[in-house]
């Protein structure tokens, strides 16, 4: 952002004042009004005083943080010209603008220092306004869940007295608080997406969240729960989380398999290992049916590795079916809801994000966001993948067309600048690209610019710095316009649940051969469930899931996959 503007814009709306622009006109009337009406322009006068005075103090407020300083500072100056220019009844009736919803429609609670976590308040800032407003019901009960992990959160004494359950190996009955422990496992786009399916169960469930930092997750992400930490202590007696596997003795699907424990157990142990990794197997499964789900509301902790967002399967279980109606009347907002509730960049990832963006994306009068994985031992840069990217950016009117016969094409008109932003561990397609808008102009005259803010060659998912880098891409990619991306790739997913965007998805290629058509449009910003049960939990019988209910579907990108989408698609 333009500092030295916003100080310009600061400086003069000072200098203007609305009470004088109002009183300078009162000469150029003719004389002899009486004392009625020098009453009412002075009551006038003192309300018009008493608004402004109200506007200064929003801005003060407001000018604490820098950032969101300029974008205050900027309703205020548009207001002071308003009142120049206006009579004196248009003044009376101007409200000043409401700064924006900082607290994304109540999802956020009001109760951290902002210092502390910039993103989180200031992501507001280089967003539009979200279309999807949370429920007032899924509002409430992440209030009710601040509330639960206050009380139950690490090192409380509802914690820590469930705690020695543990330490025993001995369940002694109901306890006052309940825990998912969440693995930190796989790459980071995977990472995101399952701690989001891990909330919402834990919230469905009334259990505490509690997660493995890994090593990196402190280093990437704030606290999102005001009062209480959602990392798991370090001393956690079972954090040796590198052995837990299908095979581990407190494997849910392995004890069922061995008759060791089944839905009509009297007795459980004090915690569950839940395997829902992609190779998970028919008895891990059967974490998706309610009579399951009955026995693990008996269990005190359930620790859980996944690398899946199987958020969709959670749709088919009868008993959860009603709250998130409730939670989510609009079914492909989950990710959006919670991801942005959750996810709050770190401050040494905001600012990666900020002064990229404001250096390159800022100014632009349209953003536009490539985001390419391509799934192979090398990372190319292949000639058939940028063929397929080209093909879609031009077919669908994504990016304008050059015309290479003509070195100049005059504008008509103002000229349009287009900012694209390409992320891709390799180089190639980006210098394809940006040399193409180089050497030739676009045929209706827009000014493209073309970025790419890392080349990391290879996933190097144990860097920190790597690690960093991609977060800042996906939500530097969430804040674009529009959206292209590659199938099955996580990293596009949360960029499109984040953004709250409905992606054009490049079909996956086969034999190293450009699709045709290169892509199509998503019908949901959903992310999609890459490896599903198949398993009708009453018939005890094979199913297709993606066929049971109208919102759980099989993705555009993965014909096996399922993902949420709103009726009204169909």
């Known amino acids: 952002m333009d500092m030295k503007r916003f100080r310009t814009q600061v400086y003069s709306s000072k200098l203007t004042d609305p009470a ?11 004389i002899g009004f009486n004392m009625m009406k020098l009453m009412g322009i002075l009551a006038a006068g003192l309300m018009v005083s008493s608004v402004f005075f109200t506007a200064s103090v929003i801005y003060r407020d407001l000018a604490s943080d820098r950032v969101r300083g300029f974008a205050e500072a900027r309703v205020f100056e548009v207001k002071t010209e308003e009142v120049a220019n206006s009579g004196l009844e248009d003044i009376i009736s101007h409200a000043v603008e409401a700064p924006k919803d900082k607290l994304l429609g109540g999802l956020l609670a009001d109760e951290f220092d902002e210092g502390s976590c910039l993103s ?3 992501s507001v800032l280089f967003r539009k306004a979200a279309p999807h407003k949370p429920s007032s019901y899924l509002v409430s009960r992440l209030r009710r869940y601040e509330s639960l ?19 025993s190996g001995q369940s002694t009955g109901t306890t006052d608080c309940n825990y998912v422990v969440w693995i930190s496992f796989s790459g980071l786009g995977n990472r995101i997406l399952t701690l989001a399916s891990a909330f919402l169960y834990a919230l469905l469930t009334n259990r505490v969240l509690l997660v493995d930092r890994g090593t990196d997750m402190t ?4 606290e999102p729960f005001p009062g209480a930490s959602w990392l798991l202590p370090l001393e956690f007696p079972l954090n040796q989380f590198s052995s837990f596997n299908q095979e581990h003795p407190h494997c849910y699907g392995n004890m069922l398999k061995n008759n060791v424990i089944n839905s009509s157990t009297g ?3 004090p915690f569950l290992y839940l395997h829902l990794v992609h190779d998970y197997n028919d008895h891990d499964k059967l974490f998706f049916c309610d009579q399951d789900q009955s026995l693990f509301q008996k269990v005190p902790w359930l620790i859980m590795k996944t690398d899946n967002y199987f958020v969709p399967s959670l749709f088919l279980v009868p008993s959860f079916e009603q709250e998130l109606s409730n939670l989510f009347p609009n079914k492909e907002t989950v990710f959006h809801h919670l991801g942005r509730y959750l996810f709050h960049p770190s401050n040494a990832v905001w600012g990666l994000i900020t002064r990229y963006y404001q250096a390159y994306l800022s100014k632009a009068d349209e953003r536009v966001g490539i985001q390419i994985r391509v799934f192979d031992t090398d990372t190319g840069p292949f000639q058939h993948v940028l063929d397929q990217i080209l093909s879609c950016s031009l077919r669908e009117k994504v990016l304008p067309e050059v015309d290479v016969q003509k070195p100049i094409i005059r504008p008509s008109g103002n000229q349009r600048s287009i900012a694209i932003l390409m992320t891709s561990l390799s180089s190639g397609y980006f210098e394809k690209v940006r040399n193409m808008y180089w050497e030739h102009p676009t045929v209706t005259g827009e000014v493209v610019s073309v970025y790419q803010p890392s080349h990391e060659e290879y996933q190097q998912a144990e860097k920190q710095m790597h690690n960093r880098k991609a977060w800042a891409e996906m939500y530097l990619l969430s804040l674009t316009d529009v959206l292209v991306t590659s199938s ?3 990293f596009g997913y949360v960029a499109q649940g984040l953004g709250g965007l409905k992606p054009w998805i490049l079909y996956k290629p086969e034999n190293r051969t450009a699709p045709d058509p290169p892509c199509h449009r ?3 910003m959903e992310p999609c469930f890459h490896a599903p049960p198949f398993y009708d939990c009453k018939a005890k019988s094979g199913v297709d899931t993606g066929a049971l209910v109208p919102h759980v579907r099989h993705c555009e ?3 096996w996959g399922l993902k949420l989408f709103d009726l009204d698609q169909f």
């Open 488 to 490: 099955w790739s996580t």
């Open 557 to 559: 990108d993965m014909s």
């Open 149 to 167: 992990h206050r009380r139950c959160g690490a090192y409380t004494e509802s914690y820590n007295r469930t705690l020695e359950q543990l330490k």
């Open 267 to 269: 007795s459980v142990p």
């Open 522 to 524: 998503a019908m949901s």
């Open 219 to 222: 280093d990437l992400f704030c």
């Open 20 to 30: 004088n622009a109002i009183v300078s006109r009162v000469p150029e009337r003719k």
């Open 120 to 122: 989180r308040f200031q």
